[in-house]
């Protein structure tokens, strides 16, 4: 079967280098922007593309459980890397938002935080993925406890919805694509309520 064969080879490959791929983004990022490769507004898309590619990643993470139950393919070992990758694309949205777009100006930033609902959604994910991304290792799940550890955890499908959310209601035209993420993340975790409920294999 495909499953396995696939299976086999995810077992032979380790999940560290998706960090290391991971990290060539912002690096790709910086030096087009220093570069002059980014247009006539680097700033906005750098933050622009760090979003999308955050968003991107929570559902790549999301597919997992999925492809695992529906498909048999395991791709479990990988599920944590993305996850702490997604949360890095999203700090580094926020702080090329505050520090870049912004200029550090505090006061202001607070202002539209609660102003924009795009932002205070925005904001709102990634508040929930904090946790996640500061106990994504093995000591807390040994503090925690892995029926704790996994409540918490289940803070992921919020933000995955709010994340969609921000992206749909940041597009001012509103254009296919971000409904795609929104539907794509609606989807998924509707599989896992299914499952969980017995309505789908387990």
Known sequence: MIADQLNKVVRRVPAWPIYLIGAALPAWLLWLGTTGGL??????????TLGLWAL????AGLCISPLRRLAGINLIKYRRAIGVLAFSYVFLHFLTWIVLDMG???????KDIVK????????????LMLPLALTSNNWSVRKLG???????H??????AILAALHYVWLVKVWPVEPFLYLGATLLLLGIRALSKRGQLPA
């Open 56 to 59: 991107k990643l929570i559902i």
């Open 39 to 48: 247009g006539v507004d680097p700033v906005k898309e750098i933050e622009r």
């Open 154 to 159: 289940k803070l992921t499908y919020p933000a």
């Open 116 to 127: 924009r609902p795009y932002i205070t959604i925005g904001m709102a994910a990634m508040v």
């Open 146 to 152: 892995a029926q704790r550890w996994n409540k918490w």
């Open 104 to 110: 550090l100006l505090v006061d202001q930033a607070l």
